[in-house]
């Protein structure tokens, strides 16, 4: 089966054989890897666009630099996205330049999780969590 990615690199939308995903798969239009294994920092527009289209559940940050927890969270969510990419696309959100998605899903407290599947909000969290943590809430949260 193919699923869709998203390019962090330049947003063009790429399909993958799911049995290739471990294989490194590049973008078709400017080459750049489709996971690094680094959460990918997106904008309002980007978000929408991961979210709507990326065949493999997206996990969000939604952080900011005046944020204590969020920058103390910063390195564990770097190091989920090396335990849980290829088959997740981890997304960092500046909560101060995103006041549509602060809205649009009443985010009062960072950092906060928003775990996204098929285009919709599955699961979220606030607080700063260890890797470990966050790794085992998204496995918990896939299969519900």
């Known amino acids: 089966m193919d699923l869709t990615l998203v390019c962090p690199a330049c947003g063009t939308l790429n399909r993958v054989p799911e049995a290739r995903l471990g294989g490194g798969p590049r973008c078709g239009a400017c080459k750049s890897a489709l996971f690094t294994g680094t959460p990918a920092s997106v904008d309002e527009a980007q978000f929408a666009r991961h ?10 940050d939604v952080w900011a630099a005046w944020c204590g927890p969020c920058r103390a969270m910063a390195p564990q969510f770097a190091a989920t996205a090396r335990m849980l990419e290829p ?3 981890l997304l960092k959100l500046d909560a101060d330049n995103a006041p549509g998605v602060m809205a649009r899903y009443g985010i009062s407290s960072i950092p906060t999780l928003l775990l996204f599947a098929g285009g919709q909000l599955r699961a979220r969290q606030a607080g700063a969590v260890s890797a ?13």
């Open 87 to 89: 088959r997740a696309r």
């Open 132 to 144: 470990a943590q966050i790794a085992q809430w998204v496995a918990q949260h896939q299969t519900s």
């Open 51 to 60: 979210v709507a289209h990326d065949g493999v559940p997206v996990l969000v």
